[in-house]
T-cell receptor, first 112, second 114 residues
Framework: DQQVKQNSPSLSVQEGRISILNCDYT??????FLWYKKYPAEGPTFLIS?????DKNEDGRFTVFLNKSAKHLSLHIVPSQPGDSAVYFC???????????FGAGTRLTVKP | GAGVSQSPSNKVTEKGKDVELRCDPI?????LYWYRQSLGQGLEFLIY????????KSGLPSDRFSAERTGGSVSTLTIQRTQQEDSAVYLC????????????FGSGTRLTVV
């Protein structure tokens, strides 16, 4: 049961342009959402999060948008840099739950 | 250490053998999680330890899988009678408290069952 879905397995953008990574979820109990970034042969690293009381959270070049009615969130990276090339995982949890559900990941390639 | 340490980084084993994967969490982190990532799949929750509480084993895929956490620190994930479908990257993560603080992941153990 894939409760968190990242429907685009890959995305390629030009350096300097915007990268938009999308994520959909099915469980209406989820109220906390995170994005993780993973380089090859390394574990995922926390990037940015958002709670359900907000619809936007910004940290430098990274902004996460949450649309609760659509059960959709997105990560915007602007401007994109070659060092952003990695696999990005979307994750969701509810506050009282122990486990966090992850999407399958989207491989972002930023071309110089 | 400064991060979450996992060993071995790679393990090739024959079908039917038992394997043990080790995780050293960040010192002071009370929560420890095991996930696995199979090819083309997302991160699949396996088991969660929080302090001295009974672990949440709801994600373990079969009774061939078990995990321990000794002294609230090091954890060992054991897979008995390995099968080819067990081949995956097994990731350990730790955090200060619950999932909402964000996890720090180890680099993972790539298990290949031949």
């Amino acid at each position: 049961d894939q409760q968190v879905k990242q429907n685009s397995p890959s995305l390629s953008v030009q350096e300097g342009r915007i990268s938009i990574l999308n994520c959909d979820y099915t469980n209406s109990m989820f109220d906390y959402f995170l994005w993780y970034k993973k380089y090859p042969a390394e574990g995922p690293t926390f990037l940015i999060s958002i709670s359900s009381i907000k619809d936007k959270n910004e940290d430098g070049r990274f902004t996460v948008f949450l649309n609760k009615s659509a059960k959709h969130l997105s990560l915007h990276i602007v401007p994109s840099q070659p060092g952003d090339s990695a696999v990005y995982f979307c994750a969701a949890s509810d506050y009282n739950n122990n486990d966090m559900r992850f999407g399958a990941g989207t491989r972002l390639t930023v071309k110089p | 250490g400064a991060g979450v340490s996992q060993s071995p980084s790679n393990k090739v084993t024959e079908k039917g053998k038992d394997v043990e994967l080790r995780c050293d969490p960040i010192s002071g982190h009370t929560a420890l999680y095991w996930y696995r990532q199979s090819l083309g799949q997302g991160l699949e929750f396996l088991i969660y330890f929080q302090g001295n509480s009974a672990p949440d084993k709801s994600g373990l895929p079969s009774d061939r899988f078990s995990a321990e956490r000794t002294g609230g620190s090091v954890s060992t994930l054991t897979i008995q009678r390995t099968q080819q479908e067990d081949s995956a990257v097994y990731l350990c993560a730790s955090s200060l408290a619950s999932a909402n603080y964000g996890y720090t992941f180890g680099s993972g153990t790539r298990l290949t069952v031949v």
